[in-house]
């Protein structure tokens, strides 16, 4: 499938709104099938992203505005995660993190 000509496989007219929790945003962008940056023509000025995974890529695609995406990733950047572990028979999940980075000067 050709990211150049979406269109031939999306009814990109045809819309709607829906909310991805932070996790599966991240298994979309990491699974993705298409991975489009959307640019207002005129100015190519970067105005978001058109993605979907290799498991979603019958459903459509998903755009999300490049403010939005760019916050999205800064958060979590700066989560500092440092491990996590789950247990698998009661999906318990144990994250330890490092001090923000304002308390690192100190």
């Keep these: 499938m050709s990211s150049h000509h979406l269109e031939r496989f999306y ?3 045809a819309s709607t709104k829906q909310m991805l929790s ?3 945003l991240c298994d979309q962008l990491i699974h993705s ?3 489009v940056p959307v640019t207002d023509e005129p100015q190519h000025r970067l105005e ?4 979907n995974s290799d498991r979603t890529r019958r459903e459509g695609l998903f755009f999300i505005e490049w403010p939005e995406f760019a916050r ?6 700066q989560d500092g995660i440092v491990s996590l572990s789950v247990d ?3 999906e318990h999940v144990v994250k330890l993190r490092e001090p ?3 308390q690192h000067a100190q």
């Design 11 to 13: 009814n990109l007219s």
């Design 22 to 24: 932070p996790q599966r």
């Design 33 to 35: 099938f298409q991975f």
């Design 48 to 51: 978001g992203l058109l993605f």
């Design 72 to 77: 999205f990733v800064t958060a979590v950047a």
């Design 88 to 90: 698998r028979l009661t």
């Design 100 to 102: 923000p980075l304002d």
